[in-house]
């Protein structure tokens, strides 16, 4: 699949997926907000990659850091559903 809508189309193992969710997340200047996972949440014995997503809110000037996830979602087998990998972020913000 491809990484963001509009590139190329590449073959992408656990390692990828992870190692590009992380760009992603780097490029959109998420990562106060976003962390990304390789999970299984009881799909282990299922083909990967499997991925999970936790969303944090952002903070005000002066709040301490909570680390309380807003949103949180595991995808198992399912990224290959996706039309592009940047989708598992664009579907939680």
């Known amino acids: ?36 996972r390789e999970a299984c949440a009881g799909g282990c014995r299922l083909n990967g990659p499997n991925v999970s997503v936790t969303i944090y809110p952002p903070r005000r000037p002066g709040e301490r850091e909570d680390h309380v996830a807003v949103g949180w979602k595991t995808y198992v087998t399912s990224l290959r559903s996706l039309d592009c990998l940047a989708r598992v972020i664009d579907d939680h913000l």
């Not at 490029?27 to 106060?32: A, D, M, T, V």
């Open 1 to 36: 699949m491809p990484v963001e809508r509009g590139e190329r189309r590449r073959r992408l193992d656990a390692t990828a997926v992870f190692t590009h969710l992380e760009a992603v997340v780097a490029r959109r200047g998420l990562r106060e907000h976003v962390e990304i």
